[in-house]
Each structure stands twice: as C-alpha cells, then as structure tokens.
Nanobody, 112 residues
C-alpha cells in the first residue's frame, strides 16, 4: 500500500516559482503529478519512471521547459519544481502512482 502527502503549494505571481513535494510511504516505480483546475478534468503534468541508476521523465507540452520532476529515493520524496508559473497553472496538484491507484490529497497552487 502507498500513501502520498503533497506539500509546497501556495500563491505566487506570474513568473514565480514553487517547489512541490510529495512524501511517499511505500514504493512505486512510477510516480507523477496531475493537476485539476476548477471545472476541468484532471490532467497529467509530469511523471518519472525509476530504474537503478536511471530516471525517465515525461512532461506535458504545456509545462515542458518550465517544470522539473525529480525523486529522492533516500527520503522517499517526489518533487515538482515549477518555474515561470503562469495563471493557467493555477490548480490543485496531486501526486499519483503510475497505476493511478493511489493519490495524495492535493496541494493548491495559485498564480496571479
């Protein structure tokens, strides 16, 4: 069983940055980030596939070049560094396992 707890959200002006964290209890090879804005479907933002000595990443086109996903296995923590934030990035961001079976409670990112 996996438990996920996000943190690091907040309010920031356009062009600012936030570093989101996801504390992971248990283990999953693939962990990623989704986001959901009010009235919209959840959308995948970034994901990472962990292999020994290697980390494969995926980014949605909308965030490519601005967001960076990383994982610290020694601390069981997943990160999402969000730079050059735009108002359209405003959403609740969720940490999720690759199979979609486990989700965190979400952390709010508000960009104005």
């Amino acid at each position: 069983q996996v438990q996920l707890v996000e943190s690091g959200g907040g309010s920031v002006q356009s062009g600012g940055s936030l570093r989101l964290s996801c504390a992971v209890s248990g283990y999953a090879v693939t962990l990623g980030w989704f986001r959901q804005a009010p009235g919209k479907e959840r959308e995948g933002v970034a994901s990472g596939y962990t292999l020994p000595g290697k980390y494969y990443t995926y980014y949605a086109d909308s965030v490519k070049g601005r967001f960076t996903i990383s994982r610290d296995n020694t601390r069981n923590t997943l990160y999402l560094q969000t730079d050059s934030l735009k108002t359209e990035d405003t959403a609740v961001y969720y940490c999720v396992t690759g199979d979609g079976n486990y989700w965190g409670q979400g952390t709010q990112v508000t960009v104005s």
